[in-house]
């Protein structure tokens, strides 16, 4: 259908804006040992950016190049994701090992080069290898060239949410690998690093704390860098208008609490009406989706310090501490994750409304044979898997598969035969499922190859094998819009009637309802090797993701561009 020109002006004019304003924010990130005590434990070594944990902020203007020099001065090999950035004509620069690139050894470089054109709000970066992103993260700010389409805040807050071991989290996840049986849970979450009050250590710099003044109002940037665990925020005597989420403008929602899975961001803007001189706690809980029951996880409380500036503050009283919803409130979590809607405005993508590929795909866990490397693995038995439409992935060992895609040399590395449906069409959702047979999977490297521009419409279903769970589903290079979400099996009979069309929120990692499902619809506008997992790091290394192959558009501008020089190499 035709449009006038008089749609496309202002994106037109704001872009031209941005080109003309845009400028190289450029950063050395020296990865490496860095010393820390935690929870009143001895020191213990841990891998970070910079000496920091978290590691540095990036903020930089829409339409403006971000280069980092990656220079690996730690004894793991290493990769950085960006996590939410389109990567357009910046193919190489993804991150994810094996998928986009092969690790950088120790010892090594790697220049990680990227535009932030169309791209605006609360993203972050962090490792995409191993366990290593529970310290390897940080903060990824975009600000808009012609202001915040809500009034603009007095100050902003990052609060990056994240889980911590007292163990190494390499040797957890290698022995997680050598056995097939999963890691052990975290001892505790974190608010910027820190875990707060609230776990029986008094040594001091255990907690983050800000400050802000009576009838300010906040950005609080919120992300959610934890490696396995959906959390909720809250504030004690504040609320929150949401105007964000994953770097895309919503319609402005009220509530007392943030529910956020691994992955995401949300943006909130938060009124400081608070007595002035008092103190209260910002706090992060865990969200439980496993039925009948998932994973054993920390059931503690991660929290931050809000103080108000003017007065004498109180430290003789403990800071008010919000009631949090329990640890399996699910009717909190899908109140909070479905009822966002997109602020749609001028110039911004609307959600495409002719579909050219569909696709049903089951998530979840299962079992499956040892493979010869995990040579501690009980070979009379199956260990844990997970897979989608019961394909468990396994990247390549040799070659990286955006590598082979661009040489057309694949043979090996992937298959282009990732199923559009499950093997089997079940009873997802119901117990019954739950047997033997069908939970049994395979390991592959599978990938859905579509052709540039295509219009893809996915449905993502969880399944009861070994459990019900909500699967936080993450796609490298676009985001997509959730046209509807809800629980039990898909029917596509009734759910397509009541898909949102209008204003849908649009996200790059969907929290697919526990015992349920969600229907997305993306444009393969961006050619590559394009990574879609589950932001849970456990499932993740168990085989829970897949790989969309986006063939070439008929120009350069819309082709993978040639390797960097100093792409790392394999061998």
């Known amino acids: 259908m035709a449009r006038s020109w008089s749609f496309f002006l ?23 040992n860095l010393s820390i005590s935690q929870l009143c434990q001895p020191d213990r070594i841990i891998t970070a950016v910079n000496g920091q944990l978290p590691g540095p902020t990036i903020q930089a203007s829409e339409g403006d190049t971000v280069v980092v020099h990656l220079v690996n001065e730690s004894p793991y090999s290493m990769t950085i994701h960006w996590h939410g950035i389109f990567q357009r004509g910046s193919q190489w620069a993804d991150g994810p090992a094996m998928i986009t690139q092969c690790p950088v050894r120790p010892g090594g470089n790697y220049t990680y080069r990227f535009n932030v054109t169309r791209q605006e709000g609360t993203l972050w970066w962090h490792a ?17 060239r012609s202001g915040y389409p809500f009034p603009k805040p007095d100050r902003e807050e990052i609060l990056i949410l994240g889980e911590w071991w007292n163990a190494n989290v390499v040797d957890l996840q290698e022995m997680a690998f050598l056995t097939g049986f999963p890691a052990r849970q975290a001892d505790a979450y974190t608010i910027n690093g ?116 003017g007065g004498a503050p109180n430290t003789t009283t403990p800071p008010a501490l919000p009631r949090m919803p329990e640890f399996r409130d699910t009717d909190t979590a899908h109140g909070f994750l479905s009822n966002l809607t997109a602020l749609v405005l001028p110039g911004r993508p609307t959600v495409p409304l002719a579909v050219d590929t569909r696709m049903f795909v089951t998530v979840g866990m299962g079992v499956a044979d040892c493979r010869p490397e995990q040579t501690l693995c009980n070979r009379s038995s199956t260990v844990f898997a997970s897979s989608m439409n019961n394909a468990s992935f396994v990247a390549p060992g040799n070659t990286s598969m955006l590598q082979a895609h661009y040489g057309n040399v694949t043979s090996g590395v992937y298959t282009r035969d990732f199923p559009d449906t499950p093997p089997v069409v079940f009873d997802y959702t119901s117990d019954a499922s739950d047997n033997a047979t069908m939970q049994y999977t395979t390991k592959s490297t599978k990938v859905k190859t579509l052709r540039y521009n295509q219009t893809v419409e996915m449905v993502l279903q969880n399944t009861r094998l070994i459990a019900k769970e909500s699967h936080p589903m993450h796609l ?26 209008v204003n849908p929120q649009e996200r790059n990692t969907i929290a697919v309802p526990t015992g349920g499902w969600a229907v997305i619809r993306f444009v393969a506008d961006n050619p590559g090797i394009w990574y879609m997992h589950c932001h849970f790091e ?34």
Request: net charge negative; hydrophobic share 45%.
């Open 128 to 144: 995409h290898i191993s366990f290593l992103r529970a310290t390897v993260y940080g903060a990824l700010v975009i600000l808009p």
């Open 10 to 32: 202002p994106f037109a004019l704001a872009l031209i804006a941005s080109v003309g304003d845009a400028a190289v924010v450029e950063h050395t990130f020296n990865v490496g």
């Open 476 to 501: 490298h290079g676009f985001n997509f819009f959730v046209l509807a979400q809800s629980f039990g099996n898909y029917d596509e009979a009734t759910a397509a009637p009541q898909f949102n069309l």
């Open 538 to 571: 456990a499932h993740l290394d168990l085989g829970l993701g897949m790989v969309f192959e986006v063939q070439d558009g008929p120009t350069p501008d819309t082709s993978v561009p040639s390797p960097p020089g100093d792409l790392p190499l394999c061998t």
């Open 194 to 309: 820190k875990p707060g009050d609230l776990y029986n250590c008094s040594a001091p710099n255990q907690t983050h704390r800000f400050e802000v003044r009576q009838n300010e109002t906040c950005l609080l940037r919120i992300i959610n860098a934890a490696l396995n665990t959906p959390l909720f925020f809250k504030v004690a005597n504040h609320s929150f208008t949401v105007v964000a989420a994953d770097a895309c403008y919503t319609t402005p929602y009220r509530t007392d609490v943030v529910v956020i899975a691994p992955g995401q961001t949300v943006d909130a803007l938060m009124a400081a009406d608070a007595a002035v001189g008092g103190r209260y706690y910002m706090a992060a809980s865990p969200y439980d989706s496993g039925v009948p029951s998932g994973p054993p996880f920390s059931m503690t409380v991660a929290t931050a310090v809000l103080g108000y500036a």
